[in-house]
């Protein structure tokens, strides 16, 4: 009997290990939880900017959510002044500009971080960042 459980949970595991976590969450013991979902890649030609959804997930919670970005390439800075998510609002959008110098980078790993009121904040969840010439 156990055999036939090891058989069952290892391929579960090696199954999360390979498609990795797309969310990522955060709870408070009275039941309140913020998830923040893995924002899609963005391309970003020299001297333009990109926009970049952050979704959220609300149970229980309702309160403003802030938004950073970490670990941005080289020459790409954050262009939106109200880096917040509304209380009444489960996404975002943010506008990352690649100055006309910017590195360029081909899948350059970045971060996004949300922080609640009152403490929540899940794990950071990391998209990509190619910044290139423009065409």
């Not at 709870?27 to 309140?32: D, F, H, I, L, N």
Request: hydrophobic share 35%; with cysteine.
């Amino acid at each position: 009997m156990k055999k036939f459980a090891m058989f069952g949970v290892l391929p579960a595991l090696f199954l999360l290990v390979l498609v990795g976590c797309q969310q990522s969450s955060d709870t408070k013991g009275s039941g309140e939880k913020l998830t923040l979902e893995k924002p899609s890649n963005v391309t970003i030609n020299r001297g333009e900017t990109a926009t970049v959804k952050v979704k959220i997930k609300r149970n229980n919670y309702a309160d403003a959510v802030k938004v950073a970005f970490e670990d941005l390439p080289e020459g790409v800075t954050v262009d939106t002044k109200e880096m917040t998510i509304a209380k009444d609002k489960t996404d975002g959008e943010f506008t990352l500009k690649a100055d006309k110098e910017a590195k360029k980078v081909e899948n350059h790993e970045a971060k996004v971080v949300v922080t609640g009121e009152g403490g929540l904040k899940p794990p950071p969840q990391t998209f990509k960042i190619t910044v290139k010439d423009k065409s």
